[in-house]
């Protein structure tokens, strides 16, 4: 079973650096990106990609390893970018900074997060914020939550279909 994720990049040094003191949280997210059947990670929009590029060049090598795996699933940038951009026009909230993530779900249809902004899980739940037919995703903070990747039924076409 192929299961893909939107990896918040607050943790993607807990997901993909198997030294940081949180990855036992996020392991079995490590284990499906990288193993045996693996997942996928859906990628993309420009400020995604800033802020992964931010963190560390590592980071960005690891990116390169999981795309030569065949286990990322690159976005249209500019289709995020729209997206991101008439969803942040929609929320007037200081607290809002992650119209990202909401742009990613709502062009991928994913429907498992992974991360540990509680701030964002507000805006992420709102179904308002998406396309018709995408519903707001569910949360993975850690290991209490891996039977969400595990479940067929939060497997996105996107991922499905190979991308």
Known sequence: MTVCVIVDTNCFGSVLNTSSKDHKRFAPVYDWLMY???GRLIYGGAKY?????LQAEHY???IQ????????VP?????????AATVKAKVNDKDFDDEHLVAIVGISKC???VSLDKRADRFLKRRDLYPDG?????IYRNTR???LCGCERNIAAICRSGG
């Open 36 to 38: 045996g059947k693996g």
């Open 49 to 53: 990609k800033k802020e992964i590029d």
């Open 60 to 62: 960005k090598k690891l």
């Open 65 to 72: 390893e999981i795309e030569r795996m065949g286990r990322l």
């Open 75 to 83: 976005l249209n940038d500019a289709a995020v970018d729209k997206l």
């Open 111 to 113: 429907c498992v997060v």
């Open 134 to 138: 995408v519903k707001p995703p569910k």
């Open 145 to 147: 939550s891996k039977k």
